[in-house]
T-cell receptor, first 115, second 114 residues
């Protein structure tokens, strides 16, 4: 079975400061990892993904994520937060050895960026 | 392209009523899925389909039916609504054209069962 843990329900950061949203995963095969963002009353939007290659993945809106195989983590980061980054962030994983296997999502982390 | 569309956006049902949530995509994607989102629980997979005529159950399938007669459409049916099905429902699709691992989500349907 595959699973995702987002240990923080909420992350608070001041605008201009760096932000980190944490994610750890468990999967039996090769991990395919994703971050999605959800703005209020909207569907989820894709931010970035790790399939293979460089451990540092760059995505939309200046976000990046670092894959750490030994720690089974895929933390989302941004060097300088914006108020407009305030949203609900989801980490997701699937087993890359299983074809079109389903994504498993974490419970989400609410990011609040204060002016 | 409209992407993934869902109707209705909001719905209120009484316990025991039935209804169908519509989902359509115009990207010729093979894989489609239905999730429900509940506070503090993230997204949970209800049903999914890997192509027309092929469907399978996800994590929380009870009380829901699906069918996939065309590539474009993937409706979700609630046979006899219960208050526990009050949730926000999202449809998503994946296809080779968008990168096989990127899910495209619809805007959601907010369902309340009284």
């Amino acid at each position: 079975a595959q699973s995702v843990a987002q240990p923080e329900d909420q992350v608070n950061v001041a605008e201009g400061n760096p932000l980190t949203v944490k994610c750890t995963y468990s999967v039996s095969g090769n991990p395919y990892l994703f971050w999605y963002v959800q703005y209020p009353n909207r569907g989820l939007q894709f931010l970035l993904k790790y399939i293979t290659g460089d451990n540092l993945v760059k995505g939309s809106y200046g976000f990046e994520a670092e894959f750490n195989k030994s720690q089974t983590s895929f933390h989302l980061k941004k060097p300088s937060a914006l108020v407009s980054d305030s949203a609900l962030y989801f980490c997701a994983v699937r087993d890359g050895n299983s074809g079109y296997s389903t994504l498993t999502f974490g419970k989400g982390t609410m990011l609040l960026v204060s002016p | 392209n409209a992407g993934v569309t869902q109707t209705p956006k909001f719905q209120v049902l009484k316990t025991g009523q039935s209804m169908t949530l519509q989902c359509a995509q115009d990207m010729n994607h093979e894989y489609m899925s239905w999730y429900r989102q509940d506070p503090g629980m993230g997204l949970r997979l209800i049903h999914y389909s890997v192509g027309a005529g092929i469907t399978d159950q996800g994590e929380v399938p009870n009380g829901y039916n699906v069918s996939r007669s065309t590539t474009e459409d993937f409706p979700l049916r609630l046979l006899s609504a219960a208050p526990s099905q009050t949730s926000v429902y999202f449809c998503a699709s994946i296809g080779a054209s968008g990168g096989r691992d990127t899910q495209y989500f619809g805007p959601g349907t907010r369902l309340t069962v009284l």
